[in-house]
């Protein structure tokens, strides 16, 4: 079965620093592969997904994702945090196959300080 | 372009008691999903439509949850009876096609059982 860790389920960075938020997958065959952020009373917004092709995934609001075949893994990252990125981050999995579900992590929280 | 729209936002009952969302999906749009998240948790998907048939009902507890989606549009989902575990944000999300497309998620439905 198909499941998603984040490790974190918070983190706390300040203004202009790196932002990561890790990701890792269990699955018998490549996934496709999600982002998505969720702002206090909102439904979830997509950042960006991995589907195929190149593994460095472009979001929006400067974020990025990469996809790592070996280390199972779809971490996160942009380069300088803002305090508008404060919010809570869901990554999700589904296989390349129709009519599988998606499946979420638990969530990771970030805060970001001034 | 209208998103997905979802109501009411907040629902508080008293266990045993029943209720029902509603859901209307983004124009054109073919599946519609139904996710429970729970405080802390990641959604889960409870149920998805493609057009008006059911394709996953896997984790849905059809002893007490029902949902239908009458000619292809919108959809409900009823809980009844209520159990306190049920206290939750209901999500609806609505895709072009399958879980592959970009979910499109509404605010969600906050349900509080006493």
């Known amino acids: 079965a198909q499941s998603v860790t984040q490790l974190g389920s918070h983190v706390s960075v300040s203004e202009g620093a790196l932002v990561l938020l890790r990701c890792n997958y269990s699955?018998?065959?490549?996934?496709?592969l999600f982002w998505y952020v969720q702002y206090p009373n909102q439904g979830l917004q997509l950042l960006l997904k991995?589907?195929?092709?190149?593994?460095l995934v472009k979001g929006i609001n400067g974020f990025e994702a990469e996809f790592k075949k070996s280390e199972t893994s779809f971490h996160l990252t942009k380069p300088s945090a803002h305090m508008s990125d404060a919010a809570e981050y869901f990554c999700a999995v589904s296989p390349m196959e129709y009519g599988n579900k998606l499946v979420f992590g638990a969530g990771t929280i970030l805060r970001v300080k001034s | 372009e209208a998103g997905v729209a979802q109501s009411p936002r907040y629902k508080i009952i008293e266990k045993r008691q029943s209720v029902a969302f509603w859901c209307n999906p983004i124009s054109g749009h073919a599946t519609l999903y139904w996710y429970q998240q729970i405080l802390g948790q990641g959604p889960k998907l409870l149920i998805q439509?493609?057009?008006?048939?059911?394709?996953?009902d896997s984790q849905l507890p059809k002893d007490r949850f029902s949902a239908e989606r009458l000619k292809g549009v919108d959809s409900t989902l009823k809980i009844q009876p209520a159990k306190l575990e049920d206290s939750a944000v209901y999500l609806c999300a609505s895709s072009k096609q399958d879980y592959t497309d970009t979910q499109y998620f509404g605010p969600g439905t906050r349900l509080t059982v006493l």
């Open positions: 699955s018998s065959v490549p996934p496709y």
């Open positions: 439509f493609q057009n008006n048939g059911v394709v996953d």
């Open positions: 991995y589907t195929t092709g190149a593994t």
